[in-house]
């Protein structure tokens, strides 16, 4: 069964400074986040690859990583912009940033044709989710509806930037690991004790450090697109004229087709660490864990 991966590229970083984040060289050699993750998505058995992109992001995307990734791998392009609604939609004039990570899935929706993965350009994953994912998607199963919906989930204490607060959906499960609920949650913060969400005025609420998370490394199939392609139609009808900022993010998307019973989600536990360049001083943290893996990685096969 041929396999997708989908590498959403668009967003903008604005906490990054402005710069392009996606496209920061983090390896020996310039290699960037998703060199890395695009290997272990092949590893992995995905058959080939779809990054979303903004168009006046594509020359230089193409010229850091497109076209070396051609001559490895089948590749498509999607273009997540801000003018592409359905019919009777407007983007208003103070709208800067995209509607989000179910628009930006969206934009393939005349593209993927096989069980997919979605997951963040910036982010690294680690090869256990990867392949977990994978499996999932293209072994039989009783228990999975049509979606195929499945998470890779990750341990938090193991998502957390040491320079800020991130966003990460915080997920409950049941005894058999599917998803009951997920929660988008604002500004968590590594604490001594492990985790904790530290409001406006300063004031920390403990989270448990060993809760699942997502990091947007979702799992499906192309029929969770119409289901997407819905949504986003109620979800323009809902908005006021003045809300500029609101978002089609998919983790409060598919929590929704939960608490309705219109999806089973299946969570798949990985304990790989997380990393990625959310501020600019994560950028170091990087290129240390990156020279940590290669290391390991060279260790290894010295063995074998």
Known sequence: MKTTLVIMAAGIGSRFGGGIKQLEPVGPNGEIIMDYSIHDAIEAGFDNIIFIIRKDLEKDFKEIIGNRIEKICDVSYAYQELDDLPEGFSKPDARKKPWGTGQALLACKDLITNPFVVINADDYYGKTAFTKVHDYLVSPS??????S?????????????????????????????????INETQNIVKTVSGAAVMAKDGTLLPLDANSYVSMNMWGSTPKFLSVLETGFIEFLADLSSDDIKSEYILPTIIDGLIKSGKAKVKLLETKDKWFGVTYKEDKQVVVNAIKQLIATQDELQTKI
């Open 149 to 181: 919906l499945c998470l890779a989930g990750f341990i938090l204490k193991n998502t957390l930037s040491e320079n800020g607060g991130v966003t990460r959906g915080v997920c409950s499960i049941d005894e058999d690991f599917n998803l009951t609920k």
């Open 142 to 147: 009783k228990d999975k509806d049509s979606f």
